[in-house]
């Protein structure tokens, strides 16, 4: 079962990840913080320092993933081909 369902972009999503090197996912509704960090450990071979959840108000679940300084979200999103 895969947790993550899509990655997230616009303007505040653009600031985050130049600013403070966060990725805003999509994520199904049950997955824990612990669950998220796994994947996108996982599917990004990356070194995840912490992840925040909201739920917004339509019921969809996101999650910010912060990663590690030596991890740029820039680089990342340039390997799947999204920036």
């Known amino acids: 079962m895969s947790v993550i369902k899509r990655v ?8 985050l ?26 599917v990004f071979n ?3 320092v912490r992840v925040n959840t909201l739920i917004t108000p339509k019921g969809e679940k996101k999650a910010y993933v ?4 030596e991890f740029k979200v820039d ?5 799947m081909g999204l920036v």
Do not use: Y
Request: proline share 0%; hydrophobic share 40%.
């Open 75 to 79: 680089d990342i999103l340039s390997k």
């Open 66 to 69: 912060t990663f590690a300084k």
């Open 17 to 42: 990840r130049v600013q403070k090197n966060v990725l805003i996912v999509g994520v199904e509704r049950r997955a824990t913080k612990a669950d998220i960090k796994k994947e996108v450990e996982n």
């Open 46 to 48: 990356v070194k995840v």
């Open 8 to 15: 997230i972009g616009g303007e505040k999503a653009t600031n």
